[in-house]
């Protein structure tokens, strides 16, 4: 019964690439704790490091080197993956604390 609540992957298309973008779990919230705190952006940038890894697993070593161009296109696809909004000023200021 609990497989269909079970967090699985959605398949999202960034810059032409379609990929596996992975939910948060439960065993996640503390990042989603982080990210209520408005004025500290270190929640959105662990959110997309965690999801990022599950993503990319064989690849995690090169995640640091990716272009700082996609960040906005991965931000809002691990958003909205996880159902999760955030102001406008909230994403510039974790993707300027990501540079």
């Not at 960034?14 to 004025?39: A, F, H, Q, T």
């Not at 999801?51 to 064989?58: I, R, V």
């Not at 296109?73 to 958003?79: S, T, Y």
């Amino acid at each position: 019964m609990i497989e269909k609540f079970l967090a699985k992957p959605k398949k999202v298309k960034i810059c032409g690439e379609e990929l596996d973008i992975y939910p948060l779990k439960v065993k996640d919230l503390d990042v989603v704790m982080k990210l209520s705190n408005k004025d500290n952006p270190e929640g959105l940038r662990e959110m997309l490091e965690r999801s990022l890894k599950k993503t990319f697993p064989d690849e995690v070593d090169k995640i640091p080197d990716i272009s700082i161009e996609f960040l906005e296109p991965f931000v809002n696809a691990i958003m909205e993956v996880n159902n999760i909004e955030i102001t406008e000023e909230q994403k510039k200021k974790a993707i300027e604390s990501l540079k």
